[in-house]
Protein backbone atom coordinates (compact mmCIF):
# COMPACT_ATOMS: atom_id res chain seq x y z
CA UNK A 1 0.00 0.00 0.00
CA UNK A 2 1.30 3.74 -0.87
CA UNK A 3 0.10 6.60 1.00
CA UNK A 4 1.14 9.62 -0.03
CA UNK A 5 1.60 13.42 2.02
CA UNK A 6 1.69 16.83 -0.20
CA UNK A 7 3.44 19.71 1.23
CA UNK A 8 4.17 22.77 0.80
CA UNK A 9 1.14 25.07 -0.29
CA UNK A 10 0.15 28.74 0.69
CA UNK A 11 -0.64 32.11 -0.65
CA UNK A 12 1.46 33.70 -3.46
CA UNK A 13 1.29 37.07 -5.61
CA UNK A 14 1.03 36.86 -9.17
CA UNK A 15 4.58 35.84 -10.81
CA UNK A 16 5.56 34.48 -7.94
CA UNK A 17 7.04 30.82 -6.75
CA UNK A 18 6.09 27.98 -4.71
CA UNK A 19 7.57 24.13 -4.75
CA UNK A 20 5.34 21.53 -3.81
CA UNK A 21 6.45 17.90 -2.38
CA UNK A 22 4.70 14.80 -2.35
CA UNK A 23 6.29 12.27 0.21
CA UNK A 24 5.29 8.33 -0.32
CA UNK A 25 5.41 5.89 2.28
CA UNK A 26 5.90 1.73 1.57
CA UNK A 27 8.81 0.49 -0.23
CA UNK A 28 7.00 0.17 -4.51
CA UNK A 29 7.20 4.28 -4.96
CA UNK A 30 9.95 3.74 -7.30
CA UNK A 31 7.65 1.42 -9.55
CA UNK A 32 4.63 4.11 -9.87
CA UNK A 33 4.79 7.13 -12.25
CA UNK A 34 3.42 9.98 -10.41
CA UNK A 35 0.86 12.74 -11.50
CA UNK A 36 -0.16 16.77 -9.99
CA UNK A 37 -3.38 17.73 -10.80
CA UNK A 38 -5.00 20.41 -9.22
CA UNK A 39 -8.56 20.66 -8.61
CA UNK A 40 -10.80 24.73 -8.42
CA UNK A 41 -13.94 25.40 -6.49
CA UNK A 42 -16.28 23.70 -8.45
CA UNK A 43 -14.55 22.45 -10.82
CA UNK A 44 -12.95 18.85 -12.20
CA UNK A 45 -9.50 17.86 -11.52
CA UNK A 46 -7.48 18.60 -13.86
CA UNK A 47 -4.27 17.07 -15.00
CA UNK A 48 -0.91 19.30 -14.48
CA UNK A 49 1.75 17.31 -14.78
CA UNK A 50 3.39 13.73 -14.39
CA UNK A 51 6.61 11.60 -14.47
CA UNK A 52 7.65 7.91 -15.20
CA UNK A 53 8.67 5.56 -12.57
CA UNK A 54 12.18 6.25 -13.32
CA UNK A 55 12.05 10.11 -13.54
CA UNK A 56 13.03 10.04 -17.68
CA UNK A 57 10.14 11.24 -18.77
CA UNK A 58 7.93 14.00 -18.09
CA UNK A 59 4.52 15.55 -19.40
CA UNK A 60 2.92 18.73 -18.78
CA UNK A 61 -0.76 20.33 -19.38
CA UNK A 62 -0.27 23.36 -22.11
CA UNK A 63 -1.71 25.78 -19.26
CA UNK A 64 1.92 25.18 -17.27
CA UNK A 65 4.35 24.42 -19.92
CA UNK A 66 7.44 26.32 -19.51
CA UNK A 67 6.67 27.31 -15.95
CA UNK A 68 5.94 23.98 -14.00
CA UNK A 69 8.33 21.06 -13.83
CA UNK A 70 8.37 18.01 -12.05
CA UNK A 71 11.06 16.10 -10.96
CA UNK A 72 11.41 12.70 -8.35
CA UNK A 73 14.04 11.19 -6.53
CA UNK A 74 13.39 7.64 -5.47
CA UNK A 75 15.90 7.30 -3.05
CA UNK A 76 13.90 9.68 -1.25
CA UNK A 77 10.29 8.48 -2.09
CA UNK A 78 9.75 12.10 -2.95
CA UNK A 79 8.27 13.87 -6.44
CA UNK A 80 8.42 17.84 -6.46
CA UNK A 81 6.71 20.22 -8.71
CA UNK A 82 8.28 23.01 -9.07
CA UNK A 83 5.79 26.16 -9.95
CA UNK A 84 7.18 29.76 -11.40
CA UNK A 85 6.10 32.38 -13.08
CA UNK A 86 2.57 31.44 -11.20
CA UNK A 87 -0.68 33.14 -12.28
CA UNK A 88 -4.23 33.87 -10.68
CA UNK A 89 -5.62 30.59 -12.42
CA UNK A 90 -3.48 28.25 -11.32
CA UNK A 91 -5.26 28.79 -7.75
CA UNK A 92 -6.47 25.39 -6.58
CA UNK A 93 -6.28 22.57 -4.15
CA UNK A 94 -3.13 20.49 -5.62
CA UNK A 95 -3.00 16.66 -5.24
CA UNK A 96 -0.18 13.61 -6.36
CA UNK A 97 -0.86 10.87 -7.43
CA UNK A 98 0.47 7.47 -7.77
CA UNK A 99 -1.00 5.53 -11.10
CA UNK A 100 -0.21 1.99 -11.37
CA UNK A 101 2.66 0.03 -10.22
CA UNK A 102 5.01 -1.16 -13.44
CA UNK A 103 3.03 0.59 -15.87
CA UNK A 104 3.41 0.56 -19.16
CA UNK A 105 1.57 3.80 -20.48
CA UNK A 106 2.82 7.11 -20.42
CA UNK A 107 1.64 9.69 -19.44
CA UNK A 108 -1.48 8.97 -17.65
CA UNK A 109 -3.65 11.95 -17.90
CA UNK A 110 -7.18 10.80 -16.40
CA UNK A 111 -7.72 10.65 -12.80
CA UNK A 112 -9.81 7.78 -12.47
CA UNK A 113 -6.72 6.19 -13.76
CA UNK A 114 -4.67 6.54 -10.66
CA UNK A 115 -4.37 4.28 -7.84
CA UNK A 116 -3.58 6.72 -4.97
CA UNK A 117 -3.90 10.06 -3.90
CA UNK A 118 -2.93 12.61 -0.95
CA UNK A 119 -4.86 14.66 0.86
CA UNK A 120 -3.88 17.80 -1.25
CA UNK A 121 -2.47 21.12 -0.29
CA UNK A 122 -4.04 24.42 -1.60
CA UNK A 123 -2.55 27.02 -3.31
CA UNK A 124 -3.78 30.45 -3.26
CA UNK A 125 -2.36 32.99 -5.94
CA UNK A 126 -3.31 36.36 -5.67
CA UNK A 127 -3.63 39.02 -8.74
Known amino acids: QLQLKESGGGLVQAGGSLRLSCLAS????????MGWFRQAPGKEREFVAA????????YYADAVLGRFSISRDNTKNTVWLQMNSLKPEDTGVYYC????????????????????WGQGTQVTVSS
Open 97 to 116: GADTPNGRVFPVLRPDEYSH
Open 26 to 33: GRTFSSYG
Open 51 to 58: TSWSGGNQ
